[in-house]
């Protein structure tokens, strides 16, 4: 069973780091674009940032130029490398991936992770 699992969540001071992983296992043949996204308490879930399985990257205004996103294609996890953090920046973290799997051989399909707290006090 395909399954994406975050890590790296915690709480920082405004100003600091933190850096969140994501790991994909199972049974996988592919894996297409790899993305993070936000939900604060309130809000609706929002894209953080994406990656293709080229390189090809994308942000949210609001984290450009402070977060960066990378991804490891045979080891088959990604990074967010989280610097001059905002208490703005409070939120759950998940972790999305487009998988091609045994479910759906052939096509690929979106799994979710189950989210990593990252809290930022002022």
């Known amino acids: 069973q395909v399954q994406l699992a975050e890590s790296g969540g915690g709480l920082a001071q405004a100003g600091g780091s933190l850096r969140l992983s994501c790991a994909a296992s199972?049974?996988?043949?592919?894996?297409?674009?790899m993305s993070w996204y936000r939900q604060a308490p309130g809000s609706q879930r929002e894209l953080v940032a994406a990656?293709?399985?080229?390189?090809?990257?994308t942000y949210a205004d609001s984290v450009k130029g402070r977060f960066t996103i990378s991804r490891d294609n045979p080891n088959k996890t990604m990074t967010l490398q989280m610097n001059s953090l905002k208490p703005e920046d409070t939120a759950v973290y998940y972790c999305n991936a487009d998988i091609n799997g045994p479910v759906t051989p052939g096509r690929f399909r979106n799994y979710w992770g189950q989210g990593t707290q990252v809290t930022v006090s002022s």
């Open positions: 990656i293709t399985r080229a390189g090809t990257t």
């Open positions: 199972g049974i996988i043949f592919g894996i297409n674009t």
